[in-house]
């Protein structure tokens, strides 16, 4: 039975996955930020620990808590947990941008390194990264998030070179607008962090805030897929015997991706400048 441990699952993406691929018949480790989302998990009959991608303690514990269960091994890692911060890069702080980081990528980077030495141990594994069509396209009011993915794609890049003919894959998926709760903690990141009426992007803040709440009543932004819609990619990279470097999923990312190799970069920036 193939072992896989989990960020991030306590809803949306990370939550169908893990029950996806338990279906499946994989042993997975589903693990959460929140403790009455790892109690929920347990309920749903996952082995299950608490794991907060912002604390070093938290994840090594969970490391060593999967490895005792393992006996010291584990074949893949799924790093879903994420979250956007919106707004404009001028209004975000250091602190705001600080905490995007921690999550999106210091603590992804912290949990990736400590189980690499276990996948060159036993000469094989899976790493899944899931990125976002903001790992390599940017739009405005996004800047945070997107520098957070954009230095996802490029440390797993640079993993994957480093690893060449290790018996590790690195895989990044990137799905674009899926249906999970992202817009509105996004939204509850945004109100943290910011103080909009202030700001001279005060109106186009009022209209990220009225599309979300929109997308949020019609159950997504347009073209978004279910969360089910990751799956498929997921279990490509996982069992493949040669996975893709990256997973486009939705509508979106298809078009940006096939747009930015066609189009003179002015006109790509004219498309993107519009989109909110």
Same mark, same amino acid.
């Given at each position: 039975?193939?072992?896989?441990?989990?960020?991030?699952?306590?809803?949306?993406?990370?939550?169908?996955?893990?029950?996806?691929?338990?279906?499946?018949?994989?042993?997975?480790?589903?693990?959460?930020?929140?403790?009455?989302?790892?109690?929920?998990?347990?309920?749903?009959?996952?082995?299950?620990?608490?794991?907060?991608?912002?604390?070093?303690?938290?994840?090594?514990?969970?490391?060593?808590?999967?490895?005792?269960?393992?006996?010291?091994?584990?074949?893949?890692?799924?790093?879903?947990?994420?979250?956007?911060?919106?707004?404009?890069?001028?209004?975000?702080?250091?602190?705001?941008?600080?905490?995007?980081?921690?999550?999106?990528?210091?603590?992804?980077?912290?949990?990736?390194?400590?189980?690499?030495?276990?996948?060159?141990?036993?000469?094989?594994?899976?790493?899944?990264?899931?990125?976002?069509?903001?790992?390599?396209?940017? !739009? =405005?009011?996004?800047?945070?998030?997107?520098?957070?993915?954009? /230095? $996802? *794609?490029?440390?797993?890049?640079?993993? +994957?070179?480093?690893?060449?003919?290790?018996?590790?894959?690195?895989?990044?998926?990137?799905?674009?607008?899926?249906?999970?709760?992202?817009?509105?903690?996004?939204?509850?990141?945004?109100?943290?962090?910011?103080?909009?009426?202030?700001?001279?992007?005060?109106?186009?803040?009022?209209?990220?805030?009225?599309?979300?709440?929109?997308?949020?009543?019609?159950?997504?932004?347009?073209?978004? !897929? =279910?969360?089910?819609?990751?799956?498929?990619?997921?279990?490509? /990279? $996982? *069992?493949?015997?040669?996975?893709?470097? +990256?997973?486009?999923?939705?509508?979106?990312?298809?078009?940006?991706?096939?747009?930015?190799?066609?189009?003179?970069?002015?006109?790509?920036?004219?498309?993107?400048?519009?989109?909110?």
């Amino acid at each position: 039975m193939q072992t896989i441990l989990i960020t991030g699952c306590s809803s949306g993406i990370g939550q169908c996955v893990a029950h996806g691929l338990k279906q499946r018949g994989y042993r997975v480790f589903a693990t959460a930020r929140q403790l009455k989302d790892v109690e929920r998990l347990q309920q749903d009959g996952f082995e299950t620990c608490q794991l907060d991608l912002d604390d070093s303690d938290s994840i090594r514990n969970a490391v060593e808590w999967v490895l005792e269960r393992t006996g010291g091994t584990l074949y893949a890692l799924f790093n879903n947990g994420a979250y956007g911060q919106p707004g404009a890069v001028e209004d975000i702080s250091r602190a705001a941008l600080r905490a995007q980081f921690e999550t999106n990528l210091f603590g992804t980077h912290e949990l990736t390194s400590l189980l690499l030495p276990v996948m060159r141990r036993q000469g094989y594994g899976r790493v899944i990264q899931n990125s976002s069509v903001l790992g390599f396209v940017a !739009l =405005p009011y996004r800047g945070a998030y997107v520098a957070s993915k954009f /230095a $996802l *794609e490029g440390l797993t890049d640079t993993l +994957r070179l480093e690893w060449r003919n290790s018996g590790i894959h690195f895989s990044l998926i990137e799905p674009g607008p899926i249906q999970t709760a992202f817009r509105q903690n996004a939204t509850r990141a945004f109100h943290r962090h910011l103080d909009s009426q202030t700001s001279v992007h005060r109106e186009a803040y009022l209209a990220m805030e009225e599309a979300f709440l929109h997308q949020a009543q019609r159950g997504g932004a347009r073209f978004s !897929l =279910p969360p089910a819609a990751i799956l498929p990619k997921v279990i490509h /990279a $996982l *069992e493949s015997r040669r996975p893709r470097v +990256r997973y486009g999923v939705t509508l979106p990312t298809h078009l940006f991706a096939i747009l930015r190799r066609l189009l003179p970069r002015v006109v790509m920036d004219a498309i993107l400048a519009r989109v909110l």
